[in-house]
């Protein structure tokens, strides 16, 4: 079963998850904005999921998992939990 690590940060408002974009684009850490902004308990670990399999987190979730370019920072991405910002570290088939 392909595996994923990945990285996120969790907001409520699409307009907050896309200026956070915009200040990762511009240099600031991930895992720094993650601590500040994350409503993730993950959030505390910098956004840092772990490594999970395909299947194991919703929909929209996996379909950036495991499709997405690695390292890239994508979102935001609305599920039931709200808005995240997601970055692929690693993946395997």
Known sequence: M???SARHILVSSQEQC????QEILAGADFAE??????????????GDLGTFGQGQMVPEFDQVVFTGEL???????????????????????
């Open 2 to 4: 392909p595996q994923a």
């Open 18 to 21: 896309e200026a956070l974009k």
């Open 33 to 46: 904005v993650a601590k500040q902004h994350s409503s993730c308990p993950s959030g505390r670990q910098g």
């Open 71 to 93: 390292n890239t920072v994508h979102g935001p991405v609305k599920t039931q939990f709200g808005y995240h910002l997601l970055e692929v570290t690693s993946r395997s088939a």
